[in-house]
């Protein structure tokens, strides 16, 4: 089969608003011998060109009209990984059942979320592994691998959390940090530029976000005294156009935050997926841990702009607000989950379960806390300042023979992408319970050695750890309704118009649970752990919904 | 900085060429010089032997990526042994703690650098300054031993009872765990905790690399539809079903939702011995059969 007439014609049949039959698209032969004539390789030649600006910038602009597809990494520029498809719902969901299983023959944890246009799902595996797949029978079309060298230095496994796409291009941020831009149709590179030194710590994780004409992407390093920043290349020519420095440098506002020399490794990286307010042209993109993680001494001030919430103009870069969730953090809670916006009465709003254990709601246009509430288990803040921003009890920093802080290092959530429905007004996460007892130790800064300050280990106060999926109203802050896993979980959550939300766990099932009960009304067991958040999609008017688990991507749909 | 790099050729699916096959051999020729390189690595004396500087260096190292088992100053945190013990069980050599190190103990609870989820994975410089760093901090002198093994394997098969649910080397029961190699990895003192207060600690519940056992022994009770009770420990468990093994050491395989009631606690079914039921110096006979046991 031939890839591009077909979705020439998918693409010609899109933009005329019509829905394309897709059986049609499939087996529309314009390929034969036959049909080698003069005017219909004119007109196959027009879809072909067409076929170029396949996934516009207006189109991601508009993605609520596609719901067949899934075009960023948590499906749209709220964060909300919330699919309106709901052909799947409560009443038929015992009947889902696996479609397809993709192994990526990659070892080690799956962290991508696919993408979905016009039938083709794109993905990520280890080793900054890229794919595209028919996203009907999981069949590959096709394959990239980067080259990675052998002494990178990922802080937590060679993963990758997805692509994005823009154009006839889709974007790959690498172990070694790359920016890559491959055809979305072969997989052949058409750009490769190299953001930083990756001897020094830097790498991508992360999925890239395509806003307008840019491709923006985190760095990943904290735990290497990186010196954090966020960068946006044309996705045209690869050509830089801006970057954010995490911490602000000699003569920058913030740069008094930071004790003498400490903000050259200063660390706040920028490891996961932002979101984009096209109303007010902002990107939101949240800031990790400050350097090194779980030590404090030597970097006396809030080192700005660590585990901050960043508002970016998208066009230039420029700091427009921030908010700072975690001030001179010492317990390596990178604040780096994703900002869903979300609108409530009249108020256009950020939520964000934040690693440090609070559950956080900022005004968008004005960057200023509306509230914070704990929603897991926390000793490391007893009080709030002027703003109702928690503040860290004396007791809470480490100590040399360590002591024990909830939550522990891996935080209250992670990288679990959270989702935001807006039928039922509810915030899922993935919620762990586990306390650590955090040390600290002096420790010179040596370029791209592993730069800490400390040990910890798991505390006995709080075992057994447990893992949650959590149902929180952000209005209030209450939890409306919890399902605990039977161990935590790296997986993050997916709400459908189905009244469905899925998520997957450690011991390997992919769930799905009543969105307003959390009643588990089907799972699937797919033998492997989930660290990764599912997505929905749809092809010839049928729903699936996708995820990672073990060394495969797995899609479902019904019978 | 940006620099454009030159186009990459991504790796396709299909390509059964000769040139296809003359890649797999270059690449096998490259892989098996790779593995004769690591052989020769771990072969390699320690470039930093005896240097107080990279000992220190590897302290550093060592609090990031060992101390999550090993404890702060190498001294055994329960879960991993105690590595000031100048006499270790599966390295004696510096290249063989290089070996153990990069590649972990199959079947054991040790993995292999930069996968146990905790550190960020080690260079070859900087393992060789950890294993400075354990060097320096090894007792020379052999601790006096404790206990009688001979009179602590009678009890461990005899009036004890520990053979009824815990096997060493193939003889005794299934309930707990295995106990043949815990005196090589376990510290005497989490050995002694272990038998007087069982509960206090099941299997560590860790990252899955740095599991020792499938299971963490809790306590499960179960009424099945039927009405009938189980009792046992959990052999594996998941939102949905649960397999246990019942003080018959019989299996069983139960989906929990067509269960009557499900219970499951983190209180031991081992009994507490406490001195009176095992005195202090038949505790040591016992610990040193099984650290007897564990050092073969």
Same mark, same amino acid.
């Not at chain 1, 400490?262 to 939101?284: E, L, M, R």
């Not at chain 1, 609108?343 to 900022?362: D, M, P, T």
């Given at each position: ?8 014609v998918?693409q010609?049949?899109?933009?005329s ?9 499939r087996?529309n032969?314009?390929?034969?011998p ?19 600006a396949?996934?516009t ?5 508009q993605s609520?009209?596609e719901?067949?597809?899934w075009l960023?990494?948590s ?9 309106s498809l709901?052909?799947?719902?409560a009443?038929n969901?015992?009947?889902l059942v ?13 962290e ?6 016009d039938?083709?799902?794109y993905?990520? $595996? ?15 079309i ?15 496994g ?17 172990l ?11 997989g ?9 030194d ?8 992360v ?8 491709i ?5 390093g904290?735990?290497y ?17 801006w ?16 004790e ?11 490891w996961?997926?932002g ?26 001030g809030?080192n700005?702009?660590?585990?901050t919430?960043l ?8 700091l427009?607000?921030y ?10 809670w990178d604040?780096?989950?994703v900002p869903?916006m979300?609108e409530?009465r009249g108020?256009?709003?950020?939520a964000? $379960?934040?690693?440090?254990g ?8 004005t ?10 288990k926390q ?6 300042? +002027? ?6 009890n004396?007791? +809470?920093?480490?100590?040399?023979e360590?002591?024990t ?5 891996l ?9 935001y ?7 899922y996460?993935t ?9 600290t130790?002096p420790?010179?800064?040596e ?6 300050g400390?040990?910890y280990f ?5 075992e057994?750890?447990?893992g ?13 309704w919890q ?5 935590p979980?790296w ?8 009244g469905?939300?899925?998520t ?10 009543d ?10 067991q797919?033998?492997g752990?989930v ?11 049928k ?8 060394s ?8 | ?5 030159s ?8 390509k059964?060429?000769?040139c296809?096959r003359l890649r ?32 220190k260096?590897g302290?550093?190292e060592?609090?990031?990526n060992?101390a999550?088992c090993?404890?702060?100053g190498?001294?055994g ?8 013990r ?16 990069s ?12 996968t146990n989820?905790?550190?960020?994975g080690?260079?070859d410089e ?6 400075t ?12 031993s ?17 053979s009824?649910?815990?096997?060493v080397?193939g003889?005794?029961?299934r309930?707990?765990?295995?106990l ?16 007087r ?13 740095t ?10 009770t ?10 046992g420990v959990?052999?594996?468990?998941d939102?949905?079903s649960?397999q246990?093994?019942?003080m018959?050491?019989q299996?069983?395989l139960?989906e ?10 983190r ?5 507490v011995?406490?001195p009176?039921l095992?005195s202090?110096?038949d ?7 099984l650290?007897?046991?564990?050092a073969?």
């Amino acid at each position: 089969m031939n890839i591009d007439s077909p979705q020439g014609v998918l693409q010609v049949t899109w933009k005329s608003g019509a829905s394309a039959p897709r059986k049609q698209a499939r087996h529309n032969s314009v390929f034969s011998p036959s049909s080698l004539c003069a005017g219909i390789l004119g007109i196959w030649l027009l879809f072909v060109i067409q076929a170029h600006a396949q996934v516009t910038a207006d189109r991601l602009l508009q993605s609520s009209k596609e719901p067949q597809n899934w075009l960023t990494y948590s499906g749209d520029y709220s964060g909300r990984r919330f699919s309106s498809l709901d052909q799947i719902s409560a009443k038929n969901v015992h009947s889902l059942v696996a479609k397809w299983v993709y192994q990526t023959a990659a070892t080690g944890k799956l962290e991508t979320t696919p993408l979905v246009v016009d039938g083709i799902l794109y993905a990520t $595996a280890q080793d900054d592994r890229a794919f595209a797949l028919d996203a009907l029978t999981g069949r590959p079309i096709w394959m990239y691998q980067h080259e990675v060298p052998a002494d990178i230095r990922p802080c937590c496994g060679h993963v990758n959390r997805g692509l994005a796409i823009l154009g006839d291009k889709v974007f790959l941020g690498t172990l070694d940090a790359h920016v890559i831009a491959l055809d979305s149709k072969t997989g052949n590179v058409i750009w490769d530029v190299v953001a930083a030194d990756y001897r020094k710590g830097y790498s991508f994780t992360v999925a890239p976000l395509a806003v307008k004409n840019l491709i923006v992407i985190g760095v990943s390093g904290g735990e290497y005294g990186v010196r954090g920043f966020i960068d946006a290349y044309d996705a045209d020519s690869g050509v830089r156009k801006w970057r954010f420095y995490t911490v602000p440098g000699p003569g920058e506002p913030g740069h008094e935050t930071w004790e003498g020399d400490s903000w050259k490794v200063g660390g706040a990286p920028a490891w996961n997926t932002g979101t984009y307010d096209p109303s007010t042209d902002q990107i939101f993109w949240p800031t990790g841990n400050p350097a090194p993680s779980n030590r404090g001494e030597g970097r006396a001030g809030d080192n700005l702009y660590s585990n901050t919430l960043l508002a970016l103009n998208a066009d230039t870069g420029k700091l427009n607000w921030y908010f700072q969730f975690t001030k001179h953090d010492e317990h390596d809670w990178d604040a780096t989950q994703v900002p869903v916006m979300v609108e409530s009465r009249g108020k256009q709003l950020i939520a964000q $379960a934040n690693r440090n254990g609070f559950f956080y709601v900022i005004d968008r246009t004005t960057g200023r806390l509306i509230s914070a509430t704990a929603y897991g288990k926390q000793t490391w803040s007893d009080g709030k300042d +002027a703003e109702g921003r928690p503040i860290a009890n004396k007791s +809470a920093s480490p100590t040399v023979e360590g002591h024990t802080v909830c939550p522990g290092a891996l935080g209250t959530t992670n990288f679990m992408a959270p989702a935001y429905d807006p039928q039922t007004a509810l915030f899922y996460v993935t919620a762990r319970d586990q306390c650590d007892i955090f040390s600290t130790a002096p420790q010179p800064y040596e370029a791209g050695h592993a730069y800490y300050g400390s040990a910890y280990f798991p505390s006995d106060e709080a075992e057994p750890y447990r893992g949650f999926l959590k149902a929180i109203d952000p209005l209030t802050g209450h939890i409306k309704w919890q399902f605990e896993h039977t161990s935590p979980t790296w997986s993050g959550a997916l709400s459908t118009a189905g009244g469905l939300v899925f998520t997957g766990d450690a011991e390997g099932n992919f769930i799905a649970l009543d969105t307003t009960t959390g009643k588990p009304l089907w799972h699937f067991q797919m033998g492997g752990a989930v660290y990764a958040a599912p997505m929905a999609f749809a092809v010839d008017g049928k729903e699936y919904v996708a995820i990672a688990a073990g060394s495969a991507v797995y899609a479902f749909g019904l019978p | 900085m940006i620099t454009v790099a030159s186009f990459r050729r991504p790796k396709q699916i299909k390509k059964s060429s000769a040139c296809a096959r003359l890649r797999i051999f270059l690449w096998s020729a490259f892989a098996f010089f790779l593995a004769f390189a690591v052989a020769a690595r771990a072969d390699a004396q320690n470039p930093f032997a005896g240097d107080a500087k990279a000992a220190k260096a590897g302290e550093y190292e060592f609090r990031i990526n060992c101390a999550l088992c090993h404890g702060l100053g190498a001294r055994g945190g329960g879960r991993g042994p105690d590595l000031t013990r100048a006499q270790k069980k599966h390295a004696h050599s510096e290249a063989e703690m290089f070996a153990v190190i990069s590649n972990g103990i199959p079947g054991t609870a040790m993995p292999a650098n930069g996968t146990n989820g905790q550190g960020v994975g080690m260079t070859d410089e900087e393992i060789w300054q950890i294993i400075t760093y354990i060097r320096s901090q090894e007792v020379k002198a052999p601790a006096n031993s404790i206990g009688n093994a001979v009179h602590g394997k009678q009890l461990f098969y005899g009036e004890a009872n520990c053979s009824l649910c815990h096997m060493v080397e193939g003889q005794g029961g299934r309930i707990g765990p295995d106990l043949s190699s815990v005196g090589g990895s376990r510290t005497r003192e989490a050995i002694i905790d272990s038998v007087r207060n069982p509960s206090n600690r099941l299997a560590w519940g860790l990252t899955e690399a740095t599991k020792e056992f499938p299971q963490e022994y809790e306590t499960i009770t179960v009424v099945t539809a039927d009405g009938k009770q189980i009792k046992g420990v959990a052999l594996n468990e998941d939102n949905f079903s649960v397999q246990i093994m019942d003080m018959n050491e019989q299996i069983h395989l139960l989906e929990k939702g067509k269960l009557r009631s499900f219970r499951k606690s983190r209180e031991s079914i081992m009994p507490v011995y406490t001195p009176e039921l095992l005195s202090d110096k038949d505790l040591d006979d016992v610990v040193a059969f099984l650290i007897g046991m564990g050092a073969k």
